[in-house]
């Protein structure tokens, strides 16, 4: 999780909550720790802070990931909620245990609390973006956020638009309780994105052959299971998928469905190496955009990818995600 965030906001301004000896600081007035003063706490962007069980929250999932503690229920919920499920469709997939909602904390190097002590912050794929790291996104990928940004009107701030130290993974709320552009954009988003199509994904079981077997050994592989790429889905194939997904906790069938598809492909992209990207490169000449199979995701294998992305309508961001890794083994 993001540890640091500014604490001014040209929204915002300077009226912060400061966390002194012996009591908290507002606006120049010291109040005692007391039990009402811990509800009267207050996050950086000046909402009512406290832990779990003081902050009224909701649960929140936005594809593979679900947002621990979620956030902050009404109409934060709608707007962060409207921002994780653009960014998971349009920006890149999240990643299940990547993302993190509400927590009860001070910021990093600062006496104010974080705006996820209020609900009023996500993360998402943390570790891939992570705190203090500046360009973590491609060019497409930002032109995204930027999209989503413009179309949160000022209401939502992004942590690589910090002047000081980047926070890429976090978006979090940027006008104070009360703030009727809040409101306005909770209503126009109507709860948040359509949802997207759902993925379709090709089911592949024993006795398949073919290019689709050949991807799910190399991916098998990537997780760490020894078996030959040979293209023919026997019973080593069979008992090496049964155990994937009892490491998974999925129907052991043997069966590699929707589900074990889902939990099986790597998200691979430019600087990528390994078993998936081979797997990539072969679904890649297999569907007549000819690249070396050699394990490396240099700029060919971007370049393939993304005419392959274009062919079929796809955000062509050159990363091969769930919605790419499907269409290649539909």
Request: charge should be positive; charged fraction near 15%; aromatic fraction near 6%.
């Amino acid at each position: 999780m993001c540890e640091l965030h500014e604490t001014t906001s040209p929204d915002l301004g300077r009226r912060t909550l400061i966390r002194g000896a012996g009591g908290l600081l507002l606006a120049g007035g010291l109040v005692g720790v007391t039990g009402s003063a811990a509800q009267a706490a207050t996050s950086q962007n000046g909402w009512p802070a406290g832990s779990s069980s003081a902050v009224p929250l909701a649960s929140l999932s936005v594809g593979a990931a679900t947002f621990p503690a979620g956030v902050r229920r009404g109409d934060v919920h709608t707007v962060l909620g409207y921002v994780a499920r653009r960014f998971d469709n349009e920006v890149e997939a999240l990643v299940k245990g990547w993302c993190w909602g509400h927590s009860y904390r001070v910021i990093s190097g600062s006496t104010s609390l974080s705006n996820h002590s209020s609900g009023t912050a996500l993360d998402v794929n943390a570790p891939r973006h992570p705190l203090g790291a500046s360009g973590t996104f491609s060019a497409a990928q930002r032109t995204h956020i930027r999209s989503i940004l413009t179309a949160c009107n000022g209401v939502v701030r992004w942590g690589g638009d910090y002047s000081g130290r980047k926070d890429e993974m976090h978006f979090e709320i940027n006008v104070r309780p009360g703030d009727a552009r809040l409101a306005a954009l909770a209503r126009r988003i109507g709860g948040g994105a359509p949802a997207p199509a759902p993925i379709a994904w090709t089911t592949v079981k024993r006795g398949a052959n073919g290019f689709r077997t050949t991807a799910i050994q190399h991916l098998l592989r990537a997780r760490g299971y020894s078996l030959t790429v040979d293209g023919s889905f026997g019973p080593t194939t069979e008992s090496r998928v049964i155990s994937f997904q009892r490491s998974k906790g999925l129907a052991a069938d043997g069966v590699v469905g929707p589900k074990t598809w889902t939990a099986l492909v790597v998200t691979v992209r430019q600087g990528s190496s390994g078993q998936a990207v081979v797997a990539a490169q072969k679904l890649l000449t297999h569907r007549g955009y000819t690249v070396t199979a050699n394990g490396t995701f240099g700029s060919t294998t971007t370049t393939r990818t993304q005419a392959f992305q274009r062919s079929r309508g796809l955000t062509a961001d050159g990363i091969v995600g769930p919605r790419t890794w499907a269409r290649l083994t539909a």
